[in-house]
């Protein structure tokens, strides 16, 4: 059986298997999830590394002026969701968008080229971590992560990219046990890892963890499910993301 009809079929019977043993109130919420995982799923094995989410947008996107401070914000659902709420993404800049929700290190590493150095911007911010931490697709070690971005900061500079390396987000458990996927101690030994690296390497490290968390959690303030942000959450990474280009951009 071909993985793609087989992912299918598996899921079906999931599906089918928890709609006998799980109460009706539960049950549609669980179905949902389990469709939406399936399609994720499907996705993936057709195309990866997301190489035709934004390929055909980007061949329509023209080279930038001599004077336009263009950034690509490449990342997970933390970047994508971004703009989606009411708070917009930026839209009185030249700044775009390329995250794909559910991705990890590698697969920005693979697409970097394409969504990244193709649109030749000044500065790329990086954001990704918390499904690397996940294992959503394979087991993925600090080591390896560390390997990702050393390898994406490298291809940044060699095509003349100031880099922006963000922080992980922070999770809470305060609406279901966000944790048992992305422990606390290791978001938190990522983003060490994170800031030591983005001084030996000369980039710059955007400390979004520290404004949006309380302790090691996140501020429930800031989030509807312990994962996603909220707009409020936004709200307050847009200065810090303001304020880090800024000063890629001062960089030599």
């Known amino acids: 059986m071909k993985p793609a009809v087989f992912t299918i079929v598996l899921g079906l019977i ?4 928890l709609g006998w043993s799980q109460p009706k109130s539960d ?3 669980t179905l949902t999830a389990l469709e939406q995982q399936i399609t994720a ?22 080279k930038p002026k001599a004077d336009e401070n263009r950034v690509v914000f490449l990342g997970d659902e933390i970047t994508e969701n971004w703009g989606q709420g009411r708070t917009p993404f930026f839209s009185d800049k030249p700044y775009l968008n390329r995250g794909i929700t559910g991705q990890t290190s590698p697969q920005l590493l693979v697409r970097f080229r394409q969504d990244v150095i193709k649109l030749k911007p000044k500065v790329v911010v990086v954001q990704v971590g918390l499904n690397d931490i996940a294992s959503i697709y394979s087991p993925i070690t600090q080591g390896m992560f560390a390997e990702n971005i050393m390898s994406i900061v490298e291809l940044a500079k060699a ?6 390396l963000a922080s992980l987000t922070p999770i809470c458990d305060c609406y ?3 944790s048992s996927l992305r422990p606390f101690g290791k978001i938190i030994g990522m983003n060490g890892w994170l800031k030591d690296y983005a001084a030996e390497s000369g980039s710059v490290y955007l400390d979004y963890y520290s404004a949006l968390a309380e302790g090691r959690n996140l501020k429930k303030e800031f989030t509807d499910d312990g994962l996603l942000l909220t707009d409020a959450g936004y709200a307050v990474m847009r200065p810090l993301a303001e304020q880090a280009i800024a000063q890629a951009l001062s960089k030599p």
């Open 14 to 17: 999931v599906l089918v298997s």
């Open 27 to 29: 049950c549609a919420s």
């Open 41 to 62: 799923q499907k996705n993936m094995l057709w195309d990866w590394a997301g190489l035709i989410r934004y390929g055909s947008e980007n061949t329509e996107i023209a």
């Open 159 to 164: 095509n003349n990219i100031r880099v922006v």
């Open 176 to 178: 279901k046990k966000q």
